[in-house]
């Protein structure tokens, strides 16, 4: 079991970048795909990013391609999502997650993930 916690979200101009850390507590960290996600308000969560256990497997949506980078560092247990080149339709509450499952295309399926974070808000001004 792990319990992920997010952090690094805030107000950027557009254009800017940021980075979101997701600690998640256990020692089992590194069994677990983790994966990125977001909602905007009055919008459904949807998939951002993912990454397989050992962090040589990676995918993103298509929204944020060339953009935005998912790395992890399971010695510290924490996954990462780089964020460059920021749009206003990027503003939202960014989840991290843990998937206990297999990696395949059912990695952006949120219903997959076992354990959430609170989530942590990216707002980016125009």
């Known amino acids: 079991q792990v319990q992920p916690v997010e952090s690094g979200g805030g107000l950027v101009q557009t254009g800017g970048s940021l980075r979101l850390s997701c600690a998640a507590s256990g020692r089992t960290f590194s069994s677990y795909i983790m994966g990125w996600f977001r909602q905007a308000p009055g919008k459904e969560r949807e998939f951002v990013a993912a990454?397989?256990?050992?962090?040589?497997?990676?995918s993103s949506a298509e929204s944020v391609k060339g953009r935005f980078t998912i790395s992890r560092d399971n010695d510290k247990n924490t996954v990462y999502l780089q964020m460059n080149s920021l749009k206003p339709e990027d503003t939202a509450v960014y989840y991290c997650?843990?998937?206990?499952?297999?990696?395949?295309?059912?990695?952006?399926?949120?219903?997959?993930?076992?354990?959430w974070g609170q989530g942590t808000q990216v707002t980016v001004s125009s």
């Open positions: 997650a843990a998937d206990s499952g297999t990696w395949g295309p059912q990695r952006r399926d949120l219903r997959k993930y076992d354990y």
């Open positions: 990454i397989s256990r050992g962090g040589s497997m990676t």
